[in-house]
């Protein structure tokens, strides 16, 4: 059966297949223009744990996701897959990551891990395998790319997106980051970990072909991450939630302040959301939530706002989703939003979403 006989013979106002791929479409990876890479890591959390089962969470919330989106109807023809992660990327995860708490534990305590040969030794493994993790993932997406794919990645933590960032730097010569997320996360190897995930975006300015990261909702943030943004001749633009709330609060609106973000950005943009960005209630089980932030509806304004902008999406990465031990509501948020992105991620591509269901 090929993609013209799955879409006419699949009912997509019933439930999802089950044995289908994300959001239960039937189609394989060569009949899907959307390919998401899923990074079932978090070895350098320090706090809340449990965002290396993100990927499967969203996977598994994704069969009750209704496929008439009202802005993108047409998205699910398209078809989206999800890769399979290689099974030592799960595995190397909870290896490393029990390795990296005894070290995080000495921080925290005040030692010196340095003065700790063992300690010493356990630091250097995980920065290179954390750096092994990263080579793989750039090439797994280039892999996709390659085969026309348009990519983009679902983690895991926050550290997941620089090998996605590594890949985007060489099919493209320039491209800003839209960063939502409660933490700035330009600390300079945090805990002594290179590639933190507090780190991501102080490790992916060291790109030449990132040109502006946006920061918007950002409500953490230390001296050191503050230095970086003043060092950074205006690579890094941050709009704290406490200033956009004072503008909201006297008058401004959301849609002013979208316009406003949009034209700091250039005209190619990857797209990164950390989940804890949103109010907590949406999700609760994030390793790090902060009180504050914008709601599931602002996001996607922004985003469907960017998309109709004439800017040029060329990528996205959803991370920080972690599953609930009662209960699947950061997996169905985290599903929602995916499939949201996937929308302004092809109709930014010039893909047939179809025309927006108006009542």
């Not at 700790?116 to 280039?142: G, M």
């Not at 790109?207 to 003043?230: H, N």
Request: charged share 25%; proline share 5%; hydrophobic share 40%.
């Amino acid at each position: 059966m090929n993609k013209q006989q799955k879409i006419e013979s699949f009912d997509p106002s019933q439930p999802g297949l089950a044995d289908a791929t994300v959001f239960g479409l039937p189609f394989t990876s060569e009949e899907s223009e959307i390919v998401i890479v899923p990074v079932p890591w978090e070895v350098t959390v320090s706090y809340g744990a449990g965002t290396s089962e993100g990927p499967d969470a969203v996977l598994d919330a994704s069969f009750q996701v209704d496929l008439l989106h009202q802005d993108f109807p047409e998205l699910w023809k398209l078809g989206i897959y999800m890769d399979h992660a290689p099974e030592h990327w799960a595995k190397n995860s909870d290896k490393y990551k029990s390795l990296a708490q005894p070290i995080i534990e000495a921080l925290e305590n005040g030692e010196d891990v340095s003065t700790f040969p063992a300690l010493q030794s356990d630091l250097d493994k995980i920065n290179k395998v954390c750096r092994e993790l990263h080579t793989e993932v750039k090439e797994r997406v280039l892999f996709w790319q390659r085969q026309g794919k348009k990519v983009a990645l679902l983690g895991g933590d926050h550290s997941t997106p620089l090998g996605y960032y590594e890949a985007l730097a060489e099919t493209h010569e320039s491209f800003g980051i839209l960063h939502l997320d409660a933490h700035m996360d330009l600390r300079i190897a945090y805990e002594g970990f290179t590639y933190s995930h507090a780190s991501i975006m102080y490790n992916t300015l060291q790109l030449p072909q990132v040109s502006k990261i946006v920061q918007i909702g950002i409500r953490d943030f230390c001296e050191q991450e503050v230095d970086v943004v003043k060092k950074s001749n205006g690579r890094v633009i941050v709009h704290t939630d406490a200033d956009m709330k004072a503008k909201a609060f006297e008058g401004l609106s959301w849609k002013d302040q979208c316009d406003e973000i949009i034209a700091q950005l250039p005209q190619k943009v990857t797209i990164s959301f950390d989940i804890d960005g949103m109010y907590p209630w949406y999700c609760p089980n994030t390793g790090t939530p902060v009180p504050g932030g914008f709601s599931f509806e602002q996001a996607t304004y922004l985003f469907n706002k960017l998309a109709e902008s004439g800017k040029e999406i060329i990528g996205f990465d959803l991370v920080e989703v972690a599953p609930g031990e009662n209960d699947d509501w950061d997996g169905n948020v985290g599903a929602r939003m995916l499939f949201h992105m996937c929308g302004v991620f092809a109709k930014s591509q010039n893909l047939n979403v179809g025309k927006k269901v108006t009542f």
